[in-house]
């Protein structure tokens, strides 16, 4: 039986994040500045409701506007990177919060926090 039938799950599509109303040019100075995504036009029926979607190699990102925005502490995306020092170094001057990086048995992994408080995982694996 091939998946289709069966309803297999393949991969992750995108994921989305939510921000508050407003701070388009702050996702496009973090996202695409920091982190070096490319922005993805949203698809006009969607434009309107703001917010801002990137794309780098298989990664997606969407970031959706709340209107009653409320940061993830504890839910996060964790994006496998190389480079980690350069993108850590470029979040640090992009004023984000970063944590220590932590060296565990499968690589290097920290946390950085988008300009709303969104808390996202960067693991370099090696």
């Given amino acids: 039986m091939d998946g289709a039938r069966r309803g ?10 939510a921000m508050p109303p407003g701070a388009e040019a702050q996702a496009r100075r973090f996202y ?4 070096g995504l490319v922005e ?3 698809p006009a029926d969607l434009a309107a ?3 801002c979607w990137f794309a780098g190699g298989a990664l997606r990102i969407h970031l959706g506007v709340e ?13 496998r990177v190389s480079g980690l020092d350069a993108l850590l170094d470029r979040c640090r ?18 946390y950085v926090d ?4 969104n808390r996202i995982e960067l ?3 090696g």
């Fill in 8 to 17: 297999t799950l393949l991969a992750i599509d995108h994921v989305q994040l």
């Fill in 32 to 35: 695409a500045g920091a982190l």
């Fill in 40 to 42: 993805e036009a949203k």
């Fill in 49 to 51: 409701r703001g917010g």
């Fill in 67 to 79: 209107s009653e925005f409320r940061a993830a502490r504890k839910a996060h995306p964790a994006f």
């Fill in 93 to 110: 001057a992009a004023g984000a919060a970063v944590s220590e990086i932590e060296t565990r048995r499968e690589g290097r992994r920290a």
């Fill in 114 to 117: 988008d300009p709303f408080g």
């Fill in 123 to 125: 693991v370099e694996i």
